[in-house]
């Protein structure tokens, strides 16, 4: 079926207001009822594509994924017999099959980082001479909002091979993925800059690997490692071995 753009333009018009779901797609059939039931779920289907490529960067910021996991946790716990999942991906206009990917990887990061990454940077503190730190649960205890994994009570230094001085670390944040060049920019304005303006500078540590170029922020108090270092030095001066 041929349309002219005046008619493909009133249909895709139309889509803009109605969500993705089976309903739509028989109002939209009501609507324009002498096009072809192809056509029009032909149409649909593309719109709702772009749709979800113009908006796919948005759902998937830290803070985004954070919420939505928050709120169908909290809504499972309230009803688990109500379709929690379906209703938050309508809210906030996104398929539900990618909202539930979101969920289940959101899942995943805390099985993968909470019992293996995160235990294994508490045991090279423990271990080593750095000691006294403050973990995340005690500094949400306390009432921060956004914290990373490690506060470090008493600041050490990260030497640097070719020069006397070094980088000073206050905090760690530890990450069990590859670090590219879309999910630091996220995890930069939506984490590590909040703080570097609470806490002064820190590490984070891409335990996948890291583009090499994204390190680029040592000067400003954000250094990037892929494994935890142990070329670091407390403000004793003694040096800490895993």
């Given at each position: 079926?041929?349309?002219?753009?005046?008619?493909?333009?009133?249909?895709a018009?139309?889509?803009?207001?109605v969500?993705?779901?089976?309903?739509?797609?028989?109002?939209?059939k009501?609507?324009?009822?002498?096009?072809?039931?192809?056509?029009?779920?032909?149409?649909?289907?593309?719109?709702?594509?772009?749709?979800?490529?113009?908006?796919?960067?948005?759902?998937?910021?830290?803070?985004?994924?954070?919420?939505?996991?928050?709120?169908?946790?909290?809504?499972?716990?309230?009803?688990?017999?109500?379709?929690?999942?379906?209703?938050?991906?309508?809210?906030?206009?996104?398929?539900?099959?990618?909202?539930?990917?979101?969920?289940?990887?959101?899942?995943?990061?805390?099985?993968?980082?909470?019992?293996?990454?995160?235990?294994?940077?508490?045991?090279f503190?423990?271990t080593?001479?750095?000691?006294?730190?403050?973990?995340?649960?005690?500094?949400?205890?306390?009432?921060?909002?956004?914290?990373?994994?490690?506060?470090?009570?008493?600041?050490?230094?990260m030497?640097?091979?070719?020069?006397?001085?070094g980088?000073?670390?206050?905090?760690?944040?530890?990450?069990?993925?590859?670090g590219?060049?879309?999910?630091?920019?996220?995890?930069?304005?939506?984490?590590?800059?909040?703080?570097?303006?609470?806490?002064?500078?820190g590490?984070?540590?891409?335990w996948?690997?890291?583009?090499?170029?994204?390190?680029c922020?040592?000067?400003?108090?954000?250094?990037?490692?892929?494994?935890?270092?142990?070329?670091?030095?407390?403000?004793?001066q003694?040096?800490?071995?895993?």
């Amino acid at each position: 079926m041929i349309l002219t753009k005046a008619q493909y333009e009133e249909i895709a018009q139309f889509l803009v207001a109605v969500p993705p779901t089976r309903q739509s797609l028989r109002k939209l059939k009501q609507r324009f009822p002498s096009q072809s039931q192809s056509t029009l779920l032909s149409i649909f289907s593309q719109e709702y594509q772009k749709h979800i490529k113009r908006t796919h960067a948005k759902h998937h910021t830290v803070e985004a994924i954070e919420t939505y996991y928050q709120r169908y946790l909290s809504g499972v716990v309230k009803d688990g017999t109500a379709p929690v999942l379906l209703e938050l991906a309508n809210e906030v206009d996104y398929a539900p099959s990618l909202m539930a990917r979101i969920i289940l990887e959101r899942f995943l990061q805390d099985q993968e980082e909470s019992p293996q990454i995160i235990l294994i940077v508490r045991n090279f503190l423990l271990t080593s001479k750095l000691s006294l730190f403050i973990d995340e649960d005690q500094l949400r205890a306390k009432g921060y909002d956004k914290t990373p994994d490690f506060i470090l009570e008493v600041p050490v230094v990260m030497l640097c091979p070719l020069a006397l001085e070094g980088h000073i670390i206050h905090w760690i944040e530890s990450k069990a993925s590859f670090g590219d060049e879309c999910s630091h920019q996220a995890y930069l304005h939506d984490q590590f800059w909040s703080y570097w303006n609470r806490f002064g500078p820190g590490l984070v540590i891409y335990w996948y690997g890291f583009i090499e170029e994204l390190d680029c922020n040592r000067e400003r108090g954000i250094l990037l490692k892929d494994c935890f270092p142990t070329d670091l030095v407390t403000l004793g001066q003694s040096i800490a071995q895993p």
